[in-house]
């Protein structure tokens, strides 16, 4: 056996699980499942077509392929059918966990545990009922080094492919690779030294902000460079190495519009955040005063409307610019494992557990900006820990008796209304005043007066090689809806148009609004009118803006002529029928 798989035996038998029993077989609730699968959406989006393309080779060689969380849970396979009805015997299926404590040493567990590629083959697992399997995993990082998840290729141990491992592994890379190019505004290659590079499959890659500071490198890159890369700056880190860089993808940038300024405070340009609305400028404003003083800030906001961008926008503009921005999303977190993810642990503090250790979030952001994300969603053991740390400006690593001093600023971001949360004690009434400080609330999207300056804004970062225009429907259309996603819903109905959009108009045909109800659209500055006047509103708006032609109102708000016909008739306005419709 290789040194990974009896490691993982020792762990095993130390936890006293019994080869020769059956393994926990317990499936996650149908409702637990689908929040798992919700928080790894974005690692679910990217594999979807790596998994789709690896399909008919799973069928011709009689394997499967799933993805699992950080977590050991499987949220998605593909593959062949015989092989996966069997699979399921052993709960190798979505809904179960394989981590190593619940189905012994397997591949997905172990690689989580390893954070290396690995394959078990047949006795290798720890568990007999498993050993008809040969299974081949290798970790998913993010840009920075986060651990997302596995993806594994099981088949029965006779049918096992000489290139299953190889094939997970390129997976895995080309899913880090993915990433890094959606978060980094500009992806470098590093040239490797002469000769270096024999036998290496993947190239180097480096992704960076607008401000040349690294915010992620790929497995290869991090080998070259070391671990402790992001957040730093390009120039001074790389150019006393004598390295040259090839850049193998640049992002344009959207030109931003300048500001009003006030007479206390001039806005800095920050193009991510563009828009008019008075309320909107006001955080924002609020937000760039905030950079410039260490006070704690607590940006509050729906989901969708921009929190982390706010504290990013904090970060970049303040004296901190030069040092790490790291962000956590205190809500996709275990409270089993929320004090070793911000604080750090020894190794060998717990079962899959890293030999060497690992720092904490807070020892990551050194000098810079820790985002605290959704910390409403935090639980009361963690508020506890959090405060004790924000408090002595140490934090102690899980299985360390040794503190260690923090320097890094704190934001924190929820959608949650605090104040409700303390008096129901969800919340820590001491934690809410140590972190709001400067309190930064975020307009909704559907209270922003500034929708198609904004979408229009966002067109041009999707498509910005065509000159896109929005058709007075579209236009009606977008400002009618109420964006219960707001920002980020926006984003993803713009860019589904654009793709749609075969010339460079895009028509109301071309905006499709998931799950649209009859109370989604809202006149604006019409909060409390109710469902039946925010009806009429629409209607009425929808057969202005299409000319009175009943036809092309219906596909505005995405009814039926028959249905908006008979809506017309209760709320007496036939009058506005075009006569030629009749």
């Not at 249905?563 to 506005?576: E, G, N, P, V």
């Amino acid at each position: 056996m290789s040194t990974i798989v009896q490691q993982s035996w020792k762990r095993c038998q130390e936890s006293n699980l019994i080869a020769t029993q059956k393994a926990n077989d317990q499936i996650i609730s149908t409702n637990r499942i689908k929040e798992i699968i919700q928080e790894n959406h974005p690692l679910i989006r990217e594999s979807l077509p790596l998994f789709n393309k690896l399909s008919p080779f799973l069928l011709s060689t009689e394997h499967i392929a799933l993805l699992s969380d950080r977590n050991g849970n499987i949220i998605h396979t593909v593959g062949d059918p015989v092989f996966a009805d069997h699979a399921q015997k052993v709960q190798l299926q979505i809904g179960a966990n394989w981590q190593e404590s619940n189905k012994g040493t397997n591949a997905i567990g172990t690689a989580l545990v390893s954070q290396q590629p690995i394959q078990i083959q047949g006795e290798q697992h720890y568990f007999r009922e498993n050993q008809f399997l040969t299974c081949s995993s290798a970790p998913i990082f993010s840009p920075v080094g986060d651990l997302l998840g596995v993806i594994d290729m099981s088949t029965r141990k006779e049918y096992t492919h000489p290139f299953a491992l190889t094939i997970v592994c390129m997976i895995a890379e080309a899913l880090q690779n993915r990433f890094l190019f959606a978060e980094a505004e500009r992806v470098m290659t590093l040239p490797t030294a002469s000769g270096s590079s024999h036998g290496q499959r993947w190239l180097p890659l480096i992704g960076l902000d607008r401000d040349e500071r690294i915010v992620g490198l790929n497995r290869r890159a991090k080998q070259l460079l070391g671990p402790d890369m992001v957040g730093k700056s390009l120039d001074r880190e790389l150019e006393s190495s004598g390295r040259t860089l090839q850049d193998n993808h640049q992002k344009l940038w959207p030109s931003a519009s300048v500001p009003r300024k006030t007479p206390a405070f001039s806005l800095k340009p920050f193009p991510r955040l563009a828009g008019s609305c008075p309320r909107f400028l006001q955080a924002k404003v609020l937000a760039q005063k905030a950079a410039q003083v260490d006070f704690p800030v607590m940006v509050l906001g729906e989901s969708g409307t921009g929190k982390e961008l706010f504290a990013q926008m904090i970060h970049q503009t303040g004296p901190r610019a030069n040092e790490p921005f790291v962000a956590v999303n205190c809500s996709s977190i275990s409270e089993n494992l929320i004090e070793s993810e911000l604080f750090g642990y020894e190794g060998g503090a717990f079962t899959g557990a890293q030999r060497e250790g690992r720092i904490g979030k807070f020892e990551a952001a050194k000098k810079g900006t820790i985002f605290l994300d959704e910390i409403g969603d935090m639980s009361l053991r963690a508020q506890a820990a959090l405060l004790r740390v924000l408090q002595e400006k140490v934090v102690t690593p899980v299985g360390s008796n040794q503190s260690k001093p923090i320097h890094a600023r704190v934001i924190a971001a929820t959608h949650r209304h605090l104040p409700d949360e303390v008096k129901v004690g969800r919340f820590r009434a001491d934690l809410y005043y140590r972190l709001k400080g400067v309190l930064i609330e975020l307009p909704p999207l559907r209270k922003r007066s500034d929708i198609l300056e904004l979408a229009m804004n966002q067109i041009k970062q999707i498509a910005p090689d065509r000159q896109i225009t929005l058709s007075r429907e579209a236009q009606a259309m977008l400002t009618a809806y109420s964006w219960p996603g707001n920002v980020r819903e926006l984003q993803g109905v713009l860019i589904q148009a654009t793709f749609l959009a075969d010339d460079d108009e895009i028509g109301c045909e071309h905006i499709l609004l998931e799950g649209l109800g009859e109370d989604d659209f809202e006149a604006p500055g019409s909060s409390v009118m109710s469902l039946r006047e925010t009806e009429c509103e629409a209607i009425k708006k929808a057969l202005y803006m299409s000319g009175g032609n009943v036809s092309q109102a219906a596909k505005l708000l995405q009814i039926g002529r028959n249905t908006l016909y008979r809506k017309m008739a209760d709320y007496r306005i036939l009058s506005q029928i075009n006569q030629e419709e009749l």
